[in-house]
């Protein structure tokens, strides 16, 4: 049973892997219009490469993906974050676990992740990469005998093979060559697709006196839409707008939802969890008894950054250059809400082109969760970002891609009657 396998970004990578230690020795083409192996996976955060997370409990894995959450469960179970980390590791490439959870190969060099799988298809003949060969359509069709084979036509020639896995991407990242391709091949092949979304993106926001503190983050900011959910943690301002981790959290869960100025978000530099109304108060009283004679300016500056203390004591009306024994009362008020308080900021739209990743595509219910392998198109796999699964940042997009990937190369395994197949 030959194999084609459009597209090799993570999922299709470790399906080839998959396929290959197991001893599979039939033909297995991979075909990408990159002139090199895994560019999306290489440029990943940064070109740090993000590989997967440090978090193993199923339940915390769950809540990261707010798609297809259940639908990758089995994948998951086969080859969740503690597998991909030994993966890796076995293959010459240690990996790390930050602060955050988020796993990255020591050397922070996303090149060394692809360098895995290049020199393991280098110990193999039967695996044919054929870089800079766009496949153009892929066709179910009868070979002469009766038997049902995929039809794969490229921009240089055609292949019949037995099997193929879509693990093409979305819209994201159009300069490495994801502009949707996967959409046509999976339609051909008797699929829909569902409505797609920007995921994992950042937003322009009105606020002009914001876009001037460019560069300012906050580690614990809390961002609360308007269903009342709260998303705690770093948040970054730019000249447009915001992004960071957290902005790209709450962008995931909201991929199909309108956003306009006329429902502001409501966004708390310091969560009352870690400081509230009253022990900022208390801060400022008591940095009155000890530093009397400092401007208030310079005192806030401990625990703000400076440009953003500038903008909120000019906004309102403070004296910056007065020292914190002259301040009253009631403007220690106004510094304790204003710093912790809710500041609404009206978001003009989604920041065009700035996502990391499409929600949608191939709709989960039209392929077999334990299998990959499409319901509709028997000998169809799929695997990664085609389908209609995407998760939060922190390594959980490129996890469900390996997973899925590894779970569709088991199964052809199982189609092929490779018992020795790698669990």
Known sequence: MSVAIIWWGAAGLMCAATLLESGYDQDIFLFDKNPHLGAKVIISWGGRCNVTT???????????FPNGRDFIQDALVGFGPRKI??????????????????????SN??????????????????????????????????????????LVTTNIESYIVDKVVITTWGNAYRHTGSNGDGYAFSQALWHSI????????????????????????????????KD???????????????TGPMVFAFSAFIPFQTVSKEEPLEIKWIPDSKINYDQRMELLQNGVSQYSQKQINTFL???FPQRFVDLIIENYGLPPMQVMGKYTKEMFKI???????WIPLHIT??????????????????????TMESLLCPGLYFGGEIMDVDGITGGYNLTSSWATGRLAGVSILKKANKVNFLV
């Open 54 to 64: 440090g978090f193993y409990k199923r339940q915390d894995l769950k809540s990261k």
């Open 85 to 106: 980390r030994a993966w890796f590791e076995e293959h010459g490439v240690p990996m790390k676990q930050e602060a955050d959870g988020r796993i990255f190969p020591v």
């Open 109 to 150: 060099n996303g090149k060394d992740v692809v360098w895995a799988f290049e020199k393991l298809f280098s110990e193999y003949q039967n695996i044919y990469t054929k870089l800079k060969e766009k496949v153009e359509t892929i066709e179910k069709i009868k070979d002469t005998h009766g038997a049902e084979k995929f």
């Open 194 to 225: 569902t409505d797609l979304g920007p995921s994992l993106t950042s937003f322009e926001t009105e606020e002009k006196h914001f876009h001037e503190l460019s560069g300012i983050s906050f580690p614990n900011a809390r961002i609360v839409i």
């Open 228 to 242: 009342g959910r709260k998303f705690d943690g770093p948040l970054l301002l730019t000249h447009f707008g915001i």
């Open 301 to 303: 500056k401990q625990y």
């Open 335 to 341: 510094i304790a809400q204003t710093f912790g308080n």
């Open 349 to 370: 739209g989604r920041r065009n082109g700035d996502e990391f990743v499409t929600s949608g595509w191939v709709p989960t219910s039209e392929i077999n969760p334990e």
